[in-house]
Nanobody, 129 residues
Framework: QVQLVESGGGLVQAGDSLRLVCAAS?????????????MGWFRQAPGKEREFLAS????????AYQDSVKGRFTISRDNAKNAAYLQMNGLKPEDTAVYYC?????????????????WGQGTQVTVSS
């Protein structure tokens, strides 16, 4: 079983930057982690559905973004460290949400939450105006 742990959230002001980190923990040498293909970041604001933000292919060559964060957020990964990252620049109050990291065993990249097999517990990002 792959366990994902997010960190890096916090309270910032509009215009600031944050870098979220998603680290695989537990038995990272297990077969399960070798099955992980693409990874993604989602967020969920109070009273709203979980929404896709960005995804990255297994070796980082392909990325995809939701339009509202394109140009502000950058997803990356370091397979040697079993980690993924979300660099967030130019944060806005509407970016306030709990941010989740997810990993999928599917080869085809997806923006759909149900396509992801493993999820972190989330990290809170609050942006004040």
């Amino acid at each position: 079983q792959v366990q994902l742990v997010e960190s890096g959230g916090g309270l910032v002001q509009a215009g600031d930057s944050l870098r979220l980190v998603c680290a695989a923990s537990g038995r990272t040498s297990s077969y399960d982690i070798m099955e992980v293909r693409h990874m993604g970041w989602f967020r969920q604001a109070p009273g709203k559905e979980r929404e896709f933000l960005a995804s990255i292919s297994r070796f980082g060559g392909v990325t995809a973004y939701q339009d509202s964060v394109k140009g502000r957020f950058t997803i990356s990964r370091d397979n040697a460290k079993n980690a993924a990252y979300l660099q967030m620049n130019g944060l806005k109050p509407e970016d306030t949400a709990v941010y989740y990291c997810a990993a999928s065993k599917l080869a085809l990249m997806s923006r759909t939450a149900s396509s992801y097999n493993y999820w972190g517990q989330g990290t809170q990002v609050t942006v004040s105006s």
